[in-house]
């Protein structure tokens, strides 16, 4: 009897044992599903935004205002909106670290973008263009600086958003902040 039950029980396990399973497969833990991923480094967290969850998008864009600033942008920071929205708290479409990425929420998803330094390049001594790119999507900021105060500018411009199927042009202001 006990030999008849452990036949079984090696048969059930011989049987879940999935033969077709890809070895380059992913553990679900290991997959990208978070907005930015969090390295733990020795006394330090760090955030560091994913600019890979979307491969392709084909979504409208309809730029929506952030709710909140997310953690993963603090200062030095550029914050902008619509040229017709005046600027308050809630009311930005587009947020940088100045250095690294940018964040726009599109149909209701923050979406992380990597800037792209060998796109990006100063104009004229007050005009600068900078591109990020990542989850299918690409923008492209041109920002003339108004006022530079104190370590806090104003800035009119232009920005040019694409993905795989939809483009538009919105023109912003705003500017950076440095506390």
């Known amino acids: 009897m006990t030999k008849l039950l452990s036949i ?29 991923k969090r390295d733990t480094l020795p006394n330090t967290i760090v955030f560091r935004p994913n600019y890979s969850l979307i491969k392709i998008d084909s979504s409208h864009i309809k730029l929506a205002f952030f709710d909140i600033i997310p953690e993963t942008i ?26 690294d990425y940018a964040i726009i929420r599109n149909t209701g998803k923050d979406i992380y973008l990597q800037k792209e330094h060998d796109k990006s390049l100063k104009i004229s001594e007050d005009i600068f263009k900078d591109v990020f ?47």
């Open 8 to 36: 079984i029980i090696i048969v059930l396990h011989l049987l879940a044992c999935n033969t077709n399973k890809d070895s380059k497969q992913v553990p679900l833990q290991e997959k990208d599903t978070a907005l930015y």
């Open 74 to 99: 603090s200062n030095p920071a550029e914050f902008y909106t619509y040229d017709t929205t005046k600027l308050s708290e809630n009311k930005f479409i587009v947020l940088t670290n100045l250095v």
């Open 133 to 179: 790119s990542g989850n299918g999507y690409t923008i492209i900021l041109t920002t003339k600086v108004v006022d530079h105060d104190n370590g806090v500018s104003s800035e009119t411009g232009t920005l040019e958003i694409k993905n795989s199927k939809y483009q538009a042009v919105i023109k912003i202001h705003g500017g950076y902040k440095i506390n």
